[in-house]
């Protein structure tokens, strides 16, 4: 690989909120024995805001206005209905803990991103035309955190992100809500923001069949290269370590093929769907059965429509291309982690920032809904075949068990074996600061 090659490849993926995460068995370990039984954790996150209305939970006998054209269906769990656009998840129910009271109380895209994957509400002032880049003062990324008390392999990451976490309406780095924050930049994720069904999607972490140890200490020599480049990168406090953990990926076997989905089966790839969402999702096993601790598979932007974010044309978007494309690939994932007896360690989590709007405009679509919305966990412990929660008759307000996201990060840690409310300490500062303050979610385990 040629040198303009190798940075255009590798230098957002090492270094541009990309470090490897390592094991970090510290005095401030929030481990705790007889916590959850998860190992891993894929995160599928849709970008823009999911209407829980059109997917988990619709209310057939609201009025026109409200209901929308889908109907439900009858699933394989007596009592639990979904969309009539999500039949191959219905056949999966028994695996699926659906939370239908899910509150949010606010309805922007940064701030509510920042705080569902957090847990927190963010120290900067986020919104809509507020979106500042990520700080060393925000709160860390679930991911990163499970990362760096959770990861045992060295040498791979502890958190790959595919892609990375972006603000939804300017497609950049959402301030903080994706990274490693207070934690340090060492427990960023790695992140896959090219196409994983490109050959060269992560073209700078794939050695050929016929390397050998003299190739692969070249690739010290390549990204030595970035020392000359890297000016900014230099004034990280914590550079040395970001490039020591880059090297052991680059030249451990470990890393060798983890991000090329070329050794799967064709079928199995079909199975998933052709779909970037499909094979991102695939990409998504690949990594947790390779030792990596948390995945986020981030849908935006990976269709015709505006991603989740349907203020118009919401029914024609979801029933013709969002909604096809996670009851395959999502379904697929349940059922392969199952056959690879990888689903009761890997907590599975689908959601998104928050809900939209019972009530359908007048582009037929429907709106930012920061009052109640849907999410739903499968395996890692998680109990199948159930209902968490309810909204009113028209999936406005939660009316049973309402939780936020705070609840949300907490009974994610809680999966994964760690203590949610527990205090951590600041490296840099040397101050303690709490993870969260949520509550583990009463009913889904």
Not at 272 to 285: D, K, P, V
Request: contains cysteine.
């Amino acid at each position: 690989m040629d040198r303009r090659n190798f940075l255009q490849a590798g230098t957002t993926a090492l270094f541009s909120g990309a470090a490897m995460c390592g094991r970090a068995a510290n005095a401030d370990s929030p481990l705790q024995a007889g916590r959850g039984k998860a190992k891993h954790c894929i995160l599928v996150y849709l970008l823009g805001g999911p209407s829980h209305l059109d997917m988990w939970d619709l209310k057939p006998d609201a009025p026109s206005e409200f209901r929308g054209p889908f109907d439900p269906i009858s699933t394989r769990t007596v009592g639990i209905r979904l969309s009539e656009h999500l039949p191959k998840l219905s056949e999966q129910t028994e695996r699926l803990s659906i939370i239908r009271s899910l509150g949010y109380n606010n309805g922007d895209h940064p701030f509510m991103t920042y705080y569902t994957l957090t847990g927190r509400v963010s120290k900067q002032p986020l919104g809509a035309n507020t979106i500042l880049p990520p700080s060393r003062e925000d709160d860390p990324h679930m991911g990163c955190v499970i990362s760096k008390f959770k990861h045992q392999v060295p040498s791979i990451p502890g958190y790959v992100a595919i892609p990375e976490v972006q603000v939804r309406m300017t497609m950049t780095p959402i301030a903080g809500g994706g990274r490693a924050g207070f934690l340090g930049p060492e427990y960023n994720p790695l992140a896959i923001n090219g196409d994983p069904r490109e050959k060269d999607a992560v073209a700078a972490l794939s050695l050929p069949e016929s390397a050998d140890t003299g190739r692969r200490s070249g690739r010290r020599q390549l990204l030595a290269m970035l020392d000359g480049f890297g000016g900014g990168l230099n004034k990280l406090k914590d550079y040395e370590s970001v490039r020591r953990r880059a090297l052991d990926l680059t030249d451990s076997a470990d890393g060798e093929g983890l991000f090329s989905l070329e050794s799967e089966k064709p079928k199995l790839r079909d199975q998933y769907g052709r779909h970037r969402f499909g094979q991102s999702l695939l990409l998504a096993r690949r990594l947790i059965e390779r030792g990596v601790s948390f995945v986020g598979v981030h849908f935006n932007n990976m269709t015709k429509c505006d991603g989740w974010d349907t203020h118009k044309d919401n029914f024609n978007c979801l029933r013709n291309e969002l909604l096809p494309m996670v009851d395959q690939g999502l379904s697929s994932l349940l059922s392969d982690l199952s056959d690879r007896g990888l689903l009761d360690e890997t907590l599975v989590v689908c959601m998104g920032e928050f809900g939209r709007t019972p009530r359908i405009n007048k582009n037929a679509g429907r709106d930012h809904w920061g009052q109640c919305g849907s999410a739903v966990l499968a395996g890692g412990g998680v109990q199948g075949g159930n209902v968490v929660g309810a909204s009113n008759a028209n999936g406005a307000y939660p009316i049973e068990t309402a939780v936020g996201p705070p609840d949300m990060v907490a009974t994610i840690y809680h999966a994964l074996g760690l203590n949610p409310n527990a205090v951590v300490v600041d490296p840099r500062l040397n101050r303690t600061l709490q993870l969260g303050d949520g509550e583990v979610i009463p009913g889904v385990f």
